[in-house]
């Protein structure tokens, strides 16, 4: 496995990468990386319209934004396992709440 596993790596798609390290989906402005796993990295970043400042559930401004490559391990069968945990106990228990979940291009992303 190469040390750009799940990651934004310089020989993909440039123009791609370029769109989601800046303004995903035109609601989130990335900001720096947070850390990267076993299966993808973590950014944080901000909403672009709306959000609260203070605010931590559906209206928060700083998020997180996770992004894993469709060809990094664990991830040729489908959304990633752990949607289905935030899908479940996202907003409860101390979890995150879960801001948008779908497919970027190559990655699986999640906010
Ligand atoms: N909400 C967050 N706030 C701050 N840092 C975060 C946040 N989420 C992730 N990180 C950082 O990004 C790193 C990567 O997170 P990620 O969820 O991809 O992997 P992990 O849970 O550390 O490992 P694994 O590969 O087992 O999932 C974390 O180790 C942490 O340093």
């Known amino acids: 496995m190469g040390d750009d596993c799940g990651g934004l790596s310089a020989n993909r ?3 791609q990468e370029k769109e989601i390290l800046h303004l995903f ?4 402005m990335v900001e720096r990386k947070l850390g990267k ?3 993808g990295q973590v950014f944080v970043g901000r909403r672009v319209n709306g ?3 203070r605010g931590t559930g ?5 998020v997180a934004l996770k992004f894993e490559h469709r060809n990094s391990k664990g ?4 959304p990633p396992y752990e949607w289905q945990v935030y899908n479940a106990l996202g907003g ?3 979890v995150h709440k879960v801001h948008y979940k779908g497919k970027q291009g190559d990655y ?4």
Do not use: I, L
Request: proline fraction near 0%.
């Open 13 to 15: 798609a440039v123009g």
């Open 25 to 28: 989906q035109r609601r989130f």
């Open 37 to 39: 796993g076993g299966f």
């Open 51 to 53: 959000g609260n400042e």
């Open 58 to 62: 559906s209206d928060a401004m700083e």
């Open 75 to 78: 991830c040729n069968d489908g």
């Open 92 to 94: 409860s228990h101390g």
């Open 108 to 111: 699986d992303a999640m906010v």
